[in-house]
Nanobody, 119 residues
């Protein structure tokens, strides 16, 4: 079993920055793609960014040029650096890992962390 623990959310003024982290705990697993998704109030969950084991990245159109996803494979951790934040970035942010136990690949989600952009 793998558990994902997120940190770094909070309240920030427009134009500010935040850095989210998500670390996986467990044993005998390998992590493939890591990603961040968000769910704004009253809306569906949407892609923010993903990063493969080899470091290839993909971003949602609304965050390109402002957000940067990175990973530390040795620490089983993914980061999301968010700059030039806008009120429309307000959402609950979830990390997502594709994890292999050697026999199958499973999808794991973090508990979610609230990010609020407001003056």
């Amino acid at each position: 079993q793998v558990q994902l623990v997120e940190s770094g959310g909070g309240l920030v003024q427009p134009g500010g920055s935040l850095r989210l982290s998500c670390v996986a705990f467990g044993s005998s697993f390998s992590i493939y793609t890591m990603g961040w998704y968000r769910q704004p109030p009253g809306k569906q969950r949407e892609l923010v960014a993903t990063i493969t084991r080899g470091g290839s990245t993909n971003y949602g159109d609304s965050v390109k040029g402002r957000f940067t996803i990175s990973r530390d494979n040795a620490k089983n951790t993914v980061y999301l650096q968010m700059n030039s934040l806008k009120p429309e970035d307000t959402a609950v942010y979830y990390c997502n890992f594709h994890v292999s136990n050697g026999m199958m690949i499973s999808d794991y989600w973090g508990q979610g962390t609230q990010v609020t952009i407001s003056s």
